[in-house]
């Protein structure tokens, strides 16, 4: 009962919902009898606007969402100097606490039913990150696909941004918590990468890779039974 209430609750205040002030006032409502954290995400599905918290911080002029895209409680949508692109696809979910960040030479594109959760930092300067459909990444992931210059005898923040190319990660790949991956990457389709890892060089699809720096030690392939089973 209280769920078909919470429910109809929802379904009159989130197509009101959106980023003016209104529409704040409106996803503040619709919070009202609503769960916490992931539970929430039931909001996105009761409109194809999907549903941002009022929580949210978004400060962005180039953002575009798909249908039933979903932005958690202090999610920060930042767009440094008014530059770059961020596009997020259908089913898209962000958690609390992520970071999407883009600036100068930067954007971010999130496939369909791609996954960032909690305190996650995607940051798109100098170069694009780019993630394709059902991509999951796990709690504190990092993404930069810049480094600083660090020429001696000046201040690290006046030296200008480098970047080796663009971050890429495939289809229906899997990041652990806190996996780090530098400018340059190609993670592919179906790659897992282990928890803390830092990605330095290309990854291929369907390989696991762990450690710091990220090397292959298995192919999702040559999984014995045994391994399956204890995974499952």
């Not at 769920?3 to 002030?21: D, K, N, T």
């Not at 696809?89 to 958690?95: H, K, Q, S």
């Not at 930069?144 to 790949?173: C, K, M, W």
Request: glycine letters at 12%.
């Amino acid at each position: 009962m209280r769920g078909r209430l919470r429910r109809a609750w929802g379904e009159i205040w989130v197509p009101l919902s959106g980023l003016s002030p209104l529409g704040r006032m409106a996803a503040r409502l619709a919070v009202w009898f609503s769960p916490p954290y992931k539970a929430r995400e039931y909001l996105a599905r009761l409109s194809p606007k999907g549903f941002v918290s009022p929580r949210a911080t978004i400060y962005h002029n180039d953002l575009h969402f798909g249908a039933h895209v979903f932005i958690g409680d202090n999610v920060i949508i930042y767009q440094s100097q008014h530059q770059g692109r961020i596009e997020l696809g259908e089913n898209v979910r962000v958690f609390d606490g992520a970071l999407l960040e883009t600036g100068r030479g930067g954007s971010i594109r999130i496939g369909a039913d791609s996954r960032v959760h909690r305190g996650c930092q995607l940051v798109a300067h100098a170069n694009a990150i780019e993630i394709g459909q059902d991509v999951g990444l796990s709690q504190n992931c990092a993404l930069y696909p810049y480094n600083h210059g660090f020429a001696p005898g000046r201040p690290i923040d006046s030296q200008p941004l480098r970047t080796r190319g663009p971050i890429v990660i495939e289809d229906h790949s899997w990041l652990g918590v806190g996996v780090i991956v530098l400018d340059g990457v190609r993670i592919g389709e179906g790659a897992v990468i282990g928890a803390g890892s830092v990605v330095t060089h290309d990854i291929p699809a369907g390989a696991i890779a762990a450690g710091v720096p990220a090397k292959v030690i298995k192919m999702r392939a040559e999984l014995s039974a045994e391994e399956l089973q204890t995974i499952s």
